[in-house]
């Protein structure tokens, strides 16, 4: 958690509180979001969580994919 508020702040030091703040809304809304989202597909089994984290893990990699840039030749 920490090295990645810390990775986030390392590309905009000039706007620390702004992208903490982002970073804390991002993280409290994607547990809001999993933990609404495991409520509805609640069935006893533990599919429904598996699931979520797999989807969760899928979105993480894409994120990662997209947002990181693409280092070219020098």
């Keep these: ?30 547990g809001s979001v999993g933990t609404a989202l495991l409520g509805l597909f609640a069935d006893g089994t533990p599919w429904p969580l598996r699931l979520i984290i797999a989807a969760a893990s899928v979105v993480s990699f894409l994120c ?11």
Excluded: C, H, W
């Design 1 to 30: 958690m920490a090295n990645s508020i810390s990775g986030a702040l390392r590309g905009f030091p000039e706007r620390a509180g702004a992208v903490s703040a982002f970073v804390g809304v991002i993280q409290y809304g994607s």
């Design 64 to 74: 990662t994919r997209l947002i990181t840039p693409k280092s070219g030749p020098d």
